[in-house]
T-cell receptor, first 115, second 113 residues
């Protein structure tokens, strides 16, 4: 069965520090990869996604992620975090190139940015 | 465009009761998926509906069911509620045109006493 693993459960950073959140998935076929963010009191929002093409994808608010197929990874990065980035981050995957109605999520990473 | 809406936003029920949650997808979206979010288990897929048919199903007991109407609105029902059903239930919709993005609603917070 597919699974997604996020290595960091709780990350604490100071403002302006760089961020990298790890995400690995287990599935050998075609995958579609997502990072979602859940700000306190708000609903899940899409940060970025990868379907095909350039493995380096850019999302909203200065976030980017790199798909490394050989490592089954899709790590999220941001060069300089802000206090407003405090949130929970979820990596997710769907399989196949057609119907993608079933997202498999990682356990989530809580990011706390200290001002 | 209006986002995904879910009603009600909060529910309190007692063990043994049943509950129905509603989801209205983004206009034009044909696929609706449901997820359960809990602190212990995280986000888990319940099921997906497309064209009034269940297309994908997660690993939940039969007490959890759903349906989709011709206007793509969806409901999910949980019968014989258990304490462990307390969770945030999220609905997401997508266009369903190949690999696609799911857009999430605010969720319904269910508390079972």
């Amino acid at each position: 069965a597919q699974s997604v693993s996020q290595h960091n459960h709780h990350v604490i950073l100071s403002e302006a520090a760089s961020l990298e959140l790890g995400c690995n998935y287990s599935y050998g076929g075609t995958v579609n990869l997502f990072w979602y963010v859940q700000y306190p009191g708000q609903h899940l929002q899409l940060l970025l996604k990868y379907f095909s093409g350039d493995p380096l994808v850019k999302g909203i608010k200065g976030f980017e992620a790199e798909f490394i197929k050989s490592k089954f990874s899709f790590n999220l990065r941001k060069p300089s975090v802000q206090w407003s980035d405090t949130a929970e981050y979820f990596c997710a995957v769907t399989s196949g190139s057609g119907n993608t109605g079933k997202l498999i999520f990682g356990q989530g990473t809580t990011l706390q940015v200290k001002p | 465009k209006a986002g995904v809406t879910q009603t009600p936003r909060y529910l309190i029920k007692t063990r043994g009761q049943q509950v129905t949650l509603s989801c209205s997808p983004i206009s034009g979206h044909r696929s609706v998926s449901w997820y359960q979010q809990t602190p212990g288990q995280g986000l888990q897929f319940l099921f997906e509906y497309f064209s009034e048919t269940q297309r994908n199903k997660g690993n939940f007991p039969g007490r959890f069911s759903g349906r989709q109407f011709s206007n793509s609105r969806s409901e999910m029902n949980v019968s014989t509620l258990e304490l462990g059903d307390s969770a945030l239930y999220l609905c997401a919709s997508s266009l369903d045109s190949g690999p696609d993005t799911q857009y999430f609603g605010p969720g319904t917070r269910l508390t079972v006493l």
